[in-house]
């Protein structure tokens, strides 16, 4: 379970970022974050893997305040998937993923036999193992993409934070990111996603957490929480909800 409590950040004494942020995410939940622009989304995600220090609040995986832990432990907690990474140097697929395995790597003999079983492993179970000779920074994006969420894995971390993972991906690729995370979430592990798109989050998405004027302001499940009034307050009359017969939600462009 991944929890945060009253949660503030800024950097500096005046100016919040974030005000009072507190929600949890349990075993197996696909959590969004979802707000626009400047609403703090990266922010959090920073304090939540230990990138950032917040002025008050705790951030707890399990029954551990990862703010007291060392950067080398929180990594063998929960695993961080940016929107890009172009590495400098043109690493091999297995490379990059066997990465994934340096919070568990001791001394100075490098990865050993088990580590490079744990990257092959996360490589098959993605759907990626193909690519595990090519360089990674001759890939498409949504192929980059699967290489991070892998080196994740390999990760064995309790939990996993993914920001705009399907950020300029086609819409297969999209698809495919979506039925990655919810076959890890269905293995137990919680995960939580920074979205854009609202319907990705009514499609695929256990929960969702809405940030607004640096606070939360709507967090349940997407359908109840994604109303008129709350797609109002962040974007005006820009966008609609439709409901079809059979209860299915969509939000279309407002037209008129």
């Known amino acids: 379970m991944i929890e945060i409590k009253n949660l503030h950040f800024g950097y500096d004494e005046k ?151 399907t950020s300029a991906l086609d819409f297969r690729n999209q698809l495919k990111i979506w039925s990655m995370l919810k076959k890890l979430t269905k293995r137990g592990m919680p995960i939580v996603v920074s979205v854009h798109d609202p319907n990705h989050m009514m499609w695929f998405c256990d929960k969702v957490v809405v940030l607004h004027d640096k606070k939360i302001i709507a967090s349940g499940e997407p359908r109840n929480v994604l109303t008129k009034e709350v797609l109002k307050t962040l974007y005006g009359n820009i966008c609609d909800i439709k409901e079809n017969e059979e209860g299915f939600k969509m939000i279309t462009p407002n037209m008129q």
């Open 15 to 165: 100016h919040d970022i974030l005000r009072g942020v507190s929600f949890k995410v349990e075993k197996g939940e696909l959590c969004a974050i979802f707000g626009p622009n400047g609403a703090g989304k990266s922010t959090l995600f920073k304090c939540m893997i230990g990138f950032l220090k917040p002025k008050k609040g705790g951030v707890s995986i399990g029954e551990r305040n990862i703010l007291k832990m060392p950067v080398e432990d929180i990594a063998k907690l929960i695993a961080y998937v940016p929107q890009e990474h172009k590495p400098p140097f043109p690493y091999l697929v297995k490379e990059v993923v066997l990465m994934g395995r340096t919070p568990h790597l001791g001394g100075i003999f490098g990865p050993k036999k088990k580590d490079v079983e744990k990257a092959l492993e996360a490589m098959d179970v993605i759907g990626i193992s193909h690519l595990a000779d090519r360089p990674y920074t001759d890939l498409s994006g949504g192929q980059r993409q699967l290489v991070l969420l892998a080196r994740a894995l390999t990760q064995e971390t309790k939990a996993m934070i993914l920001d705009e993972p």
